[in-house]
C-alpha cells in the first residue's frame, strides 16, 4: 500500500521556523520526485517545492527561496521542508506529493499524495 504521511505541522507566530516531513512507503522511493504543496483556504493548492531522489535537485516556488530548504533522507525514505523566516501568508495545510513531473508544480503529474498538515502562522 502507497503511503504518504506528512507530520511536523503547527502554528507558530511570523518569524519562525518550523520543519515538515513526509515518510513514504509502498513504492520505490528513488525513481520518483517529491514534491511539497500547499492550500490556503479558498486558494488553489500551488507547489512550493520538489526534490528529486535520484540525484537531488532541488526546485522552489519564488517566495520560499532563500526561506525554504527541502531534503532527503534515501535511508528512511523521507522528505524534509525545512522552513525559516515564516510569515502569515505561508499559512496553508501543505502536501507532500510523489510523481516524475516534467514540470515540477504541475499537481496533474504527481501520483500519490499525502493527507496534509496545517501549517499556521501569526503575525
Known amino acids: 500500500e502507497v503511503q504518504l504521511m506528512e507530520s511536523g505541522g503547527d502554528s507558530v507566530q511570523a518569524g519562525g521556523s518550523l520543519r515538515l516531513s513526509c515518510a513514504a512507503s509502498?513504492?520505490?522511493?528513488?525513481?520518483?520526485?517529491i514534491g511539497w504543496f500547499r492550500q490556503a483556504p479558498g486558494q488553489e493548492r500551488e507547489g512550493v517545492s520538489l526534490?528529486?531522489?535520484?540525484?537531488?535537485?532541488?526546485y522552489y516556488e519564488d517566495s520560499v527561496k532563500g526561506r525554504f530548504t527541502i531534503s532527503s533522507d534515501r535511508a528512511k525514505n523521507t522528505v524534509y521542508l525545512q522552513m525559516h523566516s515564516l510569515k502569515p501568508e505561508d499559512t496553508a495545510v501543505y502536501y507532500c506529493?510523489?510523481?516524475?513531473?516534467?514540470?515540477?508544480?504541475?499537481?496533474?503529474?504527481?501520483?500519490?499524495w499525502g493527507q496534509g498538515t496545517q501549517v499556521t502562522v501569526s503575525a
Open positions: 526534490i528529486a531522489i535520484h540525484d537531488g535537485s532541488t
Open positions: 509502498g513504492f520505490n522511493f528513488n525513481d520518483y520526485g
Open positions: 506529493a510523489a510523481g516524475t513531473p516534467l514540470v515540477w508544480y504541475d499537481l496533474s503529474e504527481y501520483t500519490y
